[in-house]
């Protein structure tokens, strides 16, 4: 496996985990019974769940963009050192993004999100 690839794998393992976190959280501010039920009228998320929602949300954003780079520069032919280097400053910064999201850290999640947002200029760039 190549390592765009490895770090691709690590980006839905990543995805996966913010998924748990967020529906734990959702669990204990509004109960299992109420997200059960068809949630017509879930009450907004807020604090911790709310921070958890959105931050998965703003993940599965930007693993379609991620997912679609990797796999073009792995059929293209074009997966190189700098697409590997891309596909880890991606999923690091994501990993960092998610941390700082949810404890609620609010520029330097900004600051996290930019540096992913580089490491996909970074794969696009090979393809170009």
Same mark, same amino acid.
């Given at each position: 496996?190549?390592?765009? =690839?490895?770090?691709?794998?690590?980006?839905?393992?990543?995805?996966?985990?913010?998924?748990?976190?967020?529906?734990? @959280?959702?669990?204990?501010?509004?109960? +299992?019974?109420? +997200?059960?039920?068809?949630?017509?009228?879930?009450?907004?998320?807020?604090?911790?769940?709310?921070?958890?929602?959105?931050?998965? +949300?703003?993940? =599965?954003?930007?693993?379609?963009?991620?997912? @679609? +780079?990797?796999?073009?520069?792995?059929? @293209?032919?074009?997966?190189?050192?700098?697409?590997?280097?891309?596909?880890?400053?991606?999923?690091?910064?994501?990993?960092?993004? @998610?941390?700082?999201?949810?404890?609620?850290?609010?520029?330097?999640?900004?600051?996290?999100?930019?540096?992913s947002v580089i490491g996909m200029?970074?794969i696009a760039w090979q393809l170009?």
């Amino acid at each position: 496996m190549t390592p765009d =690839l490895k770090y691709l794998l690590m980006s839905v393992v990543l995805t996966f985990v913010q998924v748990l976190i967020a529906a734990a @959280a959702a669990n204990q501010t509004v109960g +299992l019974t109420t +997200l059960a039920g068809n949630r017509e009228d879930l009450p907004v998320l807020t604090g911790f769940a709310g921070r958890a929602k959105r931050a998965h +949300l703003n993940m =599965l954003e930007n693993m379609v963009l991620f997912t @679609a +780079l990797v796999l073009i520069a792995a059929v @293209a032919g074009k997966a190189n050192a700098m697409t590997a280097m891309g596909a880890l400053v991606f999923f690091w910064a994501r990993l960092a993004y @998610a941390v700082i999201y949810l404890l609620g850290v609010p520029w330097l999640r900004t600051v996290a999100w930019f540096v992913s947002v580089i490491g996909m200029v970074m794969i696009a760039w090979q393809l170009c």
